[in-house]
Nanobody, 128 residues
Framework: QVQLVESGGGLVQAGGALRLSCVAS????????MGWFRQAPGKEREFVGR????????YYGDSVKGRFTISRDNAKNTVYLQMNSLKPEDTAIYYC?????????????????????WGQGTQVTVSS
């Protein structure tokens, strides 16, 4: 079993950038494909992006494509979410999640139910 802890959230102005980190413990990060999701108040959890075990494949939600980038450093047991050109509508709690299956089907990797382990989340607030 793996434990996930996100960090790096905070308050930023529109147009700014933040980098979130997700550190894994208890089991090697390389065992998992990793996803990022977000949830705003009163809304459903939304797929942000995913990276394969090796880092060779990435997938992004339409609302963040071209602005957000996922990367990973398996040696450091850490996954990153670089968020650029932030907008007020990006305000949410951001969660990282681990999937024990390294599938590459876009319609499936966006489903929260695919993921076996979740972090506690980190708040991102973008002011206008």
């Amino acid at each position: 079993q793996v434990q996930l802890v996100e960090s790096g959230g905070g308050l930023v102005q529109a147009g700014g950038a933040l980098r979130l980190s997700c550190v894994a413990s208890g089991r090697a990060l390389s065992t998992y494909a990793m996803g990022w999701f977000r949830q705003a108040p009163g809304k459903e959890r939304e797929f942000v992006g995913r990276i394969s075990r090796s880092g060779g494949s990435t997938y992004y939600g339409d609302s963040v494509k071209g602005r957000f980038t996922i990367s990973r450093d398996n040696a450091k047991n850490t996954v990153y979410l670089q968020m650029n050109s932030l907008k007020p509508e990006d305000t949410a709690i951001y969660y990282c999640a681990a999937d024990t299956q390294d599938i590459g089907i876009p319609v499936l990797v966006q489903l929260p139910t695919r993921y076996d382990y979740w972090g506690q989340g980190t708040q991102v607030t973008v002011s206008s």
